[in-house]
């Protein structure tokens, strides 16, 4: 190389070099721009084309979901119109995620095909007799609610068992193996693997449902099947199991608000695992099972301004700790909250409340506060007509103070279970069979304390306020 060629390449590098010095504040604020810039946070579906996603099933919604969950959260905005929901809408360790609705938007599971068995089927059949073969597909596992294989947890036989179906013919389902089980006549059937509208699992966090109707798709000439964790509206799931408890993160803070809930099968909303969910300002109506179900190891979870009619329970409360139920209307309902212990693991089904509900015209026993449960506080609520008894109250060192029990044609009152605060509550207009005395309050436990309550007898009926069969029992008069 020349020394003119060197000088000349020397020049160039420094002008290269100073170039690059005076550009890197540019790259660097291009670079920053662009790490700022806003990240889309309104996904659209509808069904006239004006959307980001466009469909009448669930495929747009699945899609938006999708896109969503990839960035880190946003708004779904769901157009009017029924959208058919074939496949659970799934949301998987998403976080800060809203699905709103606008109105007349309704997300609606298809019918779902059921049958009856015409007559027994033996352990070794693989053909059925059934009253209805429509609508069932080839290869569907099958649900038969019949006793099947041994549970381990429980050590009894498990109330279902599971066939597969090979093809149908009229008036009959052919299996691809033979029944493990026996199938006795008017056994219930029906697919297995069911969707629910939502289905919320993994360490999904900060969910809001907002403004939907969830049609659960089922039909007046529908048989009355309990889907438990299938066609619900809303079905979340923490990492659990019945014998180790959490064995992973919940589902944190899944809001369900102002929707209106029906026709499932299986639960309006059901809370697994859960840590502060919610469910504000819905209507459910017509569910086989619970409307509301705070289930295993749900934790935090509040049911608040809720309006429920005609479903199995209003509210179940199952190995559920922290949860508040207030200020719910409950109508027509079989059964209005029910709190009961499954898994075995201790400090479960404590601490909760259930504060200013109105339970009207249930079947059967309106509040069920059963044994193995602790600490819970039971206040202000008013029932106003039912089938059984008003509020049975088991477990131990529980408050049951200021609710109002009209009209029950069981006893008022039913306190089962020991150590107990029952006080200032008011028992009115007693039921009564025939010329029988009726009893009010009811004590069949040991060591509570049943002070300033008041019990309102109808004319000319001879009615026991207290009847004490426990021991040591501390019982002021009415």
């Known amino acids: 190389m020349s020394r003119k060629d060197a000088k ?3 020049k160039t590098k420094t002008i290269v070099a100073n170039g690059l010095a005076m550009a890197t504040p540019w790259i660097a604020a291009l670079a920053l721009a662009s790490a700022s810039a806003p990240v889309e946070s309104l996904f659209t579906v509808a069904q006239d084309g004006s959307g980001r996603f466009n469909g009448a099933n669930e495929q747009p919604i699945q899609a938006a979901i999708d896109t969503a969950r990839g960035q880190g959260g946003g708004e779904i905005v769901i157009g009017g119109g029924e959208y058919l929901i074939r496949s659970s809408l799934r949301i998987a360790g998403a976080t800060n995620l809203t699905i709103r609705g606008k109105p007349g938007a309704v997300l609606r599971l298809p019918p779902m095909p059921h049958a009856l068995t015409l007559k027994a089927a033996a352990a070794g059949a693989s053909a059925l007799s059934v009253d209805n073969v429509a609508g069932f597909t080839n290869g569907t596992r099958l649900h038969f609610c019949a006793p099947g294989k041994l549970d381990r947890f429980t050590g009894k036989p498990a109330p279902y068992f599971i066939a597969k179906l090979a093809r149908t013919e009229p008036s009959r389902l052919l299996l691809t193996e033979p029944l493990a089980f026996v199938a006795p006549a008017q056994t219930q059937l029906y697919p297995e693997d069911e969707p629910n509208i939502f289905r919320i699992a993994k360490t999904s966090t900060g969910i809001l449902i907002e403004s939907l109707t969830l049609d659960g798709g089922r039909r007046a000439s529908d ?6 964790v299938i066609r619900c509206g809303v079905l979340a799931e923490g990492a659990y199991s019945y014998e180790g408890g959490p064995i992973g993160p919940p589902v944190r803070g899944l809001t369900v608000r102002r929707c209106v809930i029906r026709q499932c099968f299986g639960r309006g909303v059901a809370m697994y695992a859960v840590s502060g969910g919610a469910v504000e300002d819905c209507v459910i109506e017509d ?3 619970e409307a509301i179900d705070f289930d295993h190891f749900a934790t935090g979870c509040r049911a608040t301004g809720n309006r429920v009619a005609r479903c199995h329970v209003g509210v179940e409360l199952n190995d559920a700790n922290d949860c508040l139920v207030r ?10 909250i029910n709190l009961w212990r499954w898994c075995r693991q201790p ?5 909760n409340l259930i504060l200013d509900n109105q339970f009207f015209d249930t079947s059967r026993s309106v ?3 059963q044994a193995g449960t602790a600490s819970n506080v039971v206040s202000g609520n008013l029932i106003r007509g039912c089938g059984g008894i008003g509020v049975v109250l088991g477990g131990s060192r529980q408050t049951l103070a200021s609710n109002t029990v ?3 044609r069981g006893v008022a009152i039913a306190i089962t279970g020991n150590d107990n605060e029952v006080t200032g509550n008011r028992c009115e207009a007693v039921r009564v069979a025939g010329k029988r005395a009726a009893v009010a309050i009811r004590i069949t436990g040991d060591r509570n304390r049943v002070t300033g309550n008041v019990v309102q007898f109808p004319p000319g009926i001879a009615v026991q306020a207290v009847q004490d069969r426990g021991k040591e029992n501390h019982v002021s008069a009415p």
């Not at 048989?223 to 438990?228: A, C, E, L, R, T």
């Not at 200020?327 to 209005?336: M, Y």
């Open 8 to 10: 000349l390449t020397m």
């Open 223 to 228: 048989q009355k099947i309990s889907g438990h």
């Open 287 to 289: 569910t086989v099972d």
């Open 327 to 336: 200020s719910n209307r409950v109508e027509a309902c079989d059964a209005g």
């Open 347 to 351: 400090e479960l089904n404590v601490r």
């Open 367 to 369: 509040l069920a506060i």
């Open 406 to 408: 009209c009209a029950a």
